[in-house]
T-cell receptor, first 114, second 115 residues
Framework: NAGVTQTPKFQVLKTGQSMTLQCAQDMNHEYMSWYRQDPGMGLRLIHYSVGAGITDQGEVPNGYNVSRSTTEDFPLRLLSAAPSQTSVYFC?????????????FGPGTRLTVL | AQTVTQSQPEMSVQEAETVTLSCTYDTSESDYYLFWYKQPPSRQMILVIRQEAYKQQNATENRFSVNFQKAAKSFSLKISDSQLGDAAMYFCAYSWGTSYGKLTFGQGTILTVHP
């Protein structure tokens, strides 16, 4: 199993550009989520999905869109990048939505918006 | 609102010594879990240990153990016999019964291990 994979690993954008961060998992996990990591703030939840076709907002959803057309994939779209979106982005998955479940994280994407 | 606070931005320890990382949380929930995640320089997030709120016994995983003080809402991580490979950022995290899998993270503590 590859686990949770993310592409790209690094990306530089100009303000106003759009892009999609890809996330895929091969563990047949129902639950997937996106977090951003900023210095001194830990990880904050952007969007999450409890199954194919179901998504919801997390703590910091503004400027980001998601969709979940398959169990395996959960892309994160930046519609018009802003410098405030410079961050490290992590995708995670878990077998279910219970609080006991371990979250499995991808390797992260470092995004810089100029 | 549920919050998690790690008041130690940085900690250091000598190899083979013991170090304790602090975490406090605020919640009105009764059904919840607490976690410690490790993030080495590779950036990969790794689960170190988890604790169920209903269990009074502190969780232990090899050299890692927790001191769970439910009334004080404190959840510290003790690393015994520290090794160079323990150097990383450590995050305390919280998930509750109706959170649908969402994790709330603390700010993180950078642990340096000196040879």
């Amino acid at each position: 199993n590859a686990g949770v994979t993310q592409t790209p690993k690094f990306q530089v954008l100009k303000t106003g550009q759009s892009m999609t961060l890809q996330c895929a998992q091969d563990m047949n996990h129902e639950y997937m989520s996106w977090y951003r990591q900023d210095p001194g703030m830990g990880l904050r939840l952007i969007h999450y999905s409890v199954g194919a076709g179901i998504t919801d907002q997390g703590e910091v959803p503004n400027g980001y869109n998601v969709s979940r057309s398959t169990t395996e994939d959960f892309p994160l779209r930046l519609l018009s990048a802003a410098p405030s979106q410079t961050s490290v982005y992590f995708c995670a998955s878990s077998p279910g939505t219970g609080p006991h479940n371990e979250q499995f994280f991808g390797p992260g994407t470092r995004l810089t918006v100029l | 609102a549920q919050t998690v606070t790690q008041s130690q931005p940085e900690m250091s320890v000598q190899e083979a010594e013991t170090v304790t990382l602090s975490c406090t949380y605020d919640t009105s929930e009764s059904d919840y879990y607490l976690f410690w995640y490790k993030q080495p320089p590779s950036r990969q997030m790794i689960l170190v240990i988890r604790q169920e709120a209903y269990k009074q016994q502190n969780a232990t995983e090899n050299r890692f153990s927790v001191n769970f003080q439910k009334a004080a809402k404190s959840f510290s991580l003790k690393i015994s016999d520290s090794q160079l490979g323990d150097a990383a950022m450590y995050f305390c995290a919280y998930s509750w019964g109706t959170s649908y899998g969402k994790l709330t993270f603390g700010q993180g503590t950078i642990l340096t291990v000196h040879p």
